[in-house]
């Protein structure tokens, strides 16, 4: 093996050999070799040129994305240290891992493909192709749980749940295993109904009490018996009776109906209560499937009610329930009594063995970040999954890619039409894969690991 990535070439095509012949090639010894390069060193280094220049401008392309990261990771930090939580990091790291151990089995395809080891040529470029394969594989489990959950880019940002695992009220109502009372206007962008602006009974404590009574609905489809005018089935005209009127006969006719179900709670408890089994009333589906949390405390969501509180209904599955409808009326927070004279004395409630000046508990940073993660997304969170789906689903892309690429090779490997003469394409898309795989390499913990 020699110094150089291509040996020299031979004189096989007989092109200016003084004796007459006319031929169209410089006689290099691989017919992959290009007749205008002088000879295989200078193909080489001029597609070596090609992919460098090529590489450069995914760089910038590339560079755009990581500019508007940076913009909005500066102006916006929150959104980072709230949403980064959605992603799985045992996901990202195994694709970290995957794409690092296929650069390595790249570069070593093209050192089998200088030194001639065809076998190893073809299982390395295979490997590589597996590894892709997999990293592809474990995004589409990624993108598959956020579609399912609503985290995605943009007005399509409605998540089902907190990045702490908290339900959340969602404008379009329709997460699996919970359903809330917020009616949303689609055209408007505004609920119409579900929210409650005053029922936080108790600022002193976290989260939103509230003395309501929830109701579930169902809206299904029922039969009813309804008398029609009977037509002649061949000719499709009016049949008359003895009497000269038009006859009627009774038919069964789909009528949609809204059946009260069961009242869900009396009022939303401080802990949640065990589902209740007195059977439901009539047109309820499942009544085994009464609500695991019958009135869920911490369903603000400034997203949809803005300053105001709709109630949340969380179930003990994850079945879907189009026909249900959640209806509640709360009680408004009582207005606060004349302070009167401040330094009169006032009576206070004692209890044994309970101090009378509790503590404030301060919060670590580790608490602060979980109490922030419980509750709803703040404003402009949907733009880290804008920027999150378009430099990762760019990267994806560039992987797709990769996998045509070398499988293209893999067949050209097979057929053995590599040697140390000629490897230039091997090469070149083993500089393309080290280049995916470092874009990933920084994609990884400014997206996964970001605090």
């Known amino acids: 093996m020699t110094d150089q990535p291509h040996a020299p070439h031979g004189d096989d095509h007989g092109h200016g050999d003084g004796d007459g012949d006319s031929g169209h090639g410089h006689g290099h010894g691989s017919p992959f070799i290009q007749h205008h390069y002088d000879d295989a060193q200078h193909q080489f280094d001029a597609g070596k040129l090609g992919i460098w220049l090529f590489l450069a401008q995914e760089v910038l392309f590339f560079s755009a994305l990581f500019v508007a990261y940076i913009l909005y990771r500066f102006h916006h930090p929150e959104i980072y240290s709230y949403a980064h939580k959605y992603l799985d990091v045992k996901f990202g790291a195994i ?76 404008r379009n109502n329709t997460c699996a295993g919970s359903k809330s009372t917020v009616v949303w206007d689609a055209g408007t962008g505004t609920a119409t109904a ?107 969501q400034p997203a949809v009610c803005k300053k105001g509180v709709g109630i949340l209904v969380e179930y003990g599955d994850q079945a879907e329930r189009e026909a249900i409808r959640i209806k509640a009326e709360c009680k408004a927070q009582p207005k606060a009594a004349d302070p009167g004279d401040l330094l009169a004395d006032r009576e206070q409630a004692l209890e044994l063995g309970k101090p009378l000046i509790q503590p404030r508990h301060q919060r670590t940073v580790h608490e602060e970040h979980e109490q922030e993660a419980m509750g709803p997304p703040p404003e402009h969170t949907n733009m880290f999954f804008t920027i999150y789906f378009a430099m990762t689903g760019l990267h994806g892309i560039h992987v797709l890619f990769g996998v045509g690429v070398f499988t293209w090779l893999l067949i050209r490997a097979v057929k053995g039409q590599f040697t140390p003469d000629y490897f230039g394409p091997i090469d070149y898309a083993a500089l393309y894969w080290h280049i995916v795989d470092l874009i990933w390499i920084f994609l990884f913990p400014l997206l996964y690991l970001i605090h």
């Open 194 to 300: 579900g929210c409650f602006n005053d029922i936080d009974q108790d600022p002193r404590k976290e989260d939103v009490q509230a003395d309501c009574t929830v109701k579930e609905y169902n809206l299904s489809e029922t039969t009813k018996k309804v008398s029609q005018q009977r037509k002649d089935p061949a000719s499709g005209t009016l049949m008359l009776g003895a009497d000269g009127k038009p006859a009627m006969e009774q038919v069964e006719k789909a009528d949609v109906v809204e059946s009260f179900a069961r009242d869900i709670a009396a009022q939303c408890p401080e802990e949640p209560a065990a589902p209740r089994e007195e059977p439901a009333g009539p047109g309820a589906a499942h009544p085994h499937e009464a609500a695991k949390f019958p009135c869920w405390r911490t369903a603000y």
């Open 95 to 170: 694709n970290t891992a995957v794409l690092i151990f296929s650069s390595l089995t790249a570069a070593w395809a093209v050192r089998c493909a200088q030194l001639n080891q065809r076998r190893r040529l073809i299982l390395c470029l295979a490997a590589t192709i597996g590894c892709a394969c997999a990293f592809l594989g474990i995004k589409y489990i990624e993108y598959s749980h956020k579609v399912h959950e609503h985290i995605l880019f943009g007005r399509y940002f409605d998540p089902c749940v907190s990045s702490g695992g908290r339900e959340l009220l969602t």
